[in-house]
């Protein structure tokens, strides 16, 4: 890769203290605070450095497109086991790519039981607002004496620096997968999951949604683990088995987005708000019928954008946040890369301690404050 080009340019942005916009192939684009400046391209930052199948290792450039690197590691029967978000349709020219993957911070359907896409980062590399390129972690677990810089990426919408390249732990596809369907009312379904959730089954992954106008609806439940216990999880908890082909199709609709539910709120020109509450929280007392989603702790509604306060009081009082994760454009078509009507914020604002932090690594980091500004952080 080609470096040099990158670091001349941000030096060059810092000193004008011109602001520079991080993208990757555009497929998150819609989500957080929309910015202006000139586009830093990461295409060429593309490929796959190094790949030790038997050391669950893989080390890859930030621009390299996502759907090529589950693509090689499926080859060896591995995989993110996060299950990253592409967001991305077929004759669009849009693309995740890793570094995205990592900005984001966004983890798919699995997250409640495997862990977030920070848990699976190794190590990185970016180049800092001075125009540094800097090295943090490896490819061990164990490899840090201090604070872990590489991890503080992932989530961190770029504003910290340019990621050059990202290591990354991956692990075997799972030998056996099953998913069971219950119809069930969003409360009932909680339930289950609570009761399940204490019990030695390979749960892997859960969803939701409500059907027709009425409480009723359908759970979905995937496990995930060694046959044996697959099977006798199947065998205790009942419920209907659905064809893998069929279940496999909507898992992957679910993570990317393109079930009917999240594309209700483009056609209607409402907001998609992601709740993140504990597992344990109740039956949410805001109108309509959510998705819920890693056991009850994610749960997408569409409303409103001037719900916001309604939305992010009953998320609060459950103990969790909201986020305004895509906005609909003035103009109802649901073009969130443009929407700034009452320049609402797409982020709760954290408590003062954890803002501090924020501020304090973006001055260390980014002094002339030029990467992605207001994206994540004001």
Known sequence: MQLQPFIERIRRAAEARAPLVIRGGGSKDFYGTPGTGEVLDTAPLAGILNYEPSELVVTVGAGTPLAELEAVLAEQRQCLPFEPPHFAHAGTGVRATVGGMVAAGLSGPSRASVGCVRDYVLGAAMVNGRGEHLRFGGTVMKNVAGYDVSRVLAGAMGQLGLITEVSLKVLPVPPAEATLEFACTQDEALTLLHGWGG?????????WQARGEGPGGVLWLRLRGAEAAVESACRHLGGERRAHAHAAEDWAALRDQRLPFFAQAVAQGLALWRV??????????????PLVEWHGGQRWYTLPVDAAGTVREAARAAGGHATLFIAPRADGTGDAARFDAENLPRFDTPSPALLRIQQQLRERFDPAGIFNPGRLLA
């Open 276 to 289: 993140s509450v504990p597992q344990t929280a109740p039956v949410l007392a805001l109108p309509g019928q």
């Open 199 to 207: 019990q030695p089954w390979p749960l892997n992954a859960s969803a």
